[in-house]
């Protein structure tokens, strides 16, 4: 494999700034797992019967990247801030554009 591979117990946030594939178990109570790489970056997040929620906003978020792909293994559950302002959305609207997203069930 051309990217390195991790696994990742969550138990709080968690940040990603490098291509690779991330093996992903585990709980975030208030929290979100946020990808923040380069706009040529791959990445690849499997979830093995991860619970994510988030009173502040999404469950994840991608920022940059050329590809992400999200495999749901197991029972998964993410949970996002009940509500955006129209300032929010317009930040995350351009962002989307700009790269390719596959979830993988």
Same mark, same amino acid.
């Given at each position: =494999? ?5 696994? $990742? /117990? ?17 709980n975030? *109570?208030d929290?979100?797992?946020?990808i923040n $790489?380069?706009?040529?970056? #791959? #990445?690849?997040l499997?979830?093995n019967? $991860? ?13 940059g990247? =050329? *590809?992400? $792909?999200?495999?749901?293994?197991? /029972?998964?559950?993410l /949970? *996002?801030r ?6 929010? *959305?317009?930040t995350?609207?351009?962002?989307s ?9």
């Open positions: =494999d051309r990217y390195p591979s991790l696994n $990742v /117990e969550l138990s709080g946030s968690y940040k990603i700034t490098e291509s690779g594939t991330y093996y992903l178990s585990g975030i *109570d929290g979100l797992i946020n $790489v380069a706009s040529d970056a #791959v #990445v690849r499997i979830l019967n $991860v619970s994510i929620k988030n009173s502040n906003g999404p469950a994840i978020a991608c920022y990247g =050329d *590809d992400l $792909v999200i495999e749901l293994n197991g /029972e998964n559950y /949970e *996002d009940a509500s955006y302002s129209a300032d929010f *959305d317009a995350i609207k351009p962002l554009k700009q790269r390719k997203c596959w979830i993988l069930c």
